[in-house]
């Protein structure tokens, strides 16, 4: 599956962004689905995933209370919906996809997008 992320940019402190992922290529409705990010210097992290028929998400403890992961099978894409943005969410984000049970682990993920960045001014 082939997968396309956008919806970065430059936001302040404070703001909102939605972060979208069209997949191609396969029957979307097959995979898990998640985001990631990485900063400069660290390594990737999972932020947010979402089982193949969106009953089931898991988030990274930071942004549980601000981000919401949610799926359109009908358009082959998931979305990341980000609030109250801080500066340490600064990063590129990747969508990644899985055949296997819904996790945290890179590891798990068989395709992967190309990243978009993210940036929050303080």
């Known amino acids: 599956v082939q997968l396309q992320a956008c919806g970065g940019g430059l936001v302040q402190a404070g703001g909102s962004l939605r972060l979208s992922c069209a997949a191609s290529g396969r029957t979307f409705s097959d995979y898990g689905m998640g985001w990631f990010r990485q900063a400069p210097g660290l390594e990737r992290e999972f932020v947010a995933a979402?089982?193949?028929?969106?009953?089931?998400?898991l988030y990274e403890d930071s942004v549980k209370d601000r981000f919401t992961i949610s799926r359109d099978n009908a358009k082959n894409t998931v979305y990341l919906q980000m609030g109250n943005l801080s500066p340490e969410d600064t990063a590129v984000y990747y969508c990644a996809a899985t055949q296997y049970r819904l996790d945290r682990r890179t590891s798990v993920y068989n395709y992967w997008g190309q990243g978009t960045q993210v940036t929050v001014s303080s």
């Open positions: 979402i089982s193949r028929f969106g009953l089931t998400a």
